[in-house]
């Protein structure tokens, strides 16, 4: 079982920078990705950013250039950096965590709302 906690989440104006982290705790050393999800309300659930054991990273082509995934396997925990934030980027995001088993795992999700 892995358990994950998110932080960083707010309220930031157009063109600001807010930073997410996501700390796994439980059976850690089965983790192979790490990712951020995002939802908004009536829509499904769309992939943001996933960086994986070795440190390849896959990217939203909605967030290219703009956000940074990074991971610290010491810490257990994963990043978000987002900037040049925009009001389409207003929804609850997600950490997810895949293990080498196949099972995968959601955090409760933190809001990120961008707006003036």
């Known amino acids: 079982q892995v358990q994950l906690v998110e932080s960083g989440g707010g309220l930031v104006q157009p063109g600001g920078s807010l930073r997410l982290s996501c700390e796994a705790s439980?059976?850690?050393?089965?983790?192979?990705?790490m990712g951020w999800y995002r939802q908004t309300p009536g829509e499904q659930r769309e992939l943001v950013a996933t960086?994986?054991?070795?440190?390849?990273?896959n990217y939203a082509d909605s967030v290219k250039g703009r956000f940074t995934i990074s991971r610290d396997n010491a810490k257990n925990t994963v990043y978000l950096q987002m900037n040049s934030l925009k009001p389409e980027d207003t929804a609850l995001y997600y950490c997810?965590?895949?293990?080498?088993?196949?099972?995968?795992?959601w955090g409760q999700g933190t809001q990120v709302t961008v707006s003036s």
């Open positions: 997810k965590i895949l293990t080498w088993g196949g099972s995968m795992y």
């Open positions: 439980g059976s850690t050393t089965s983790i192979y990705s």
């Open positions: 960086i994986a054991s070795g440190g390849l990273t």
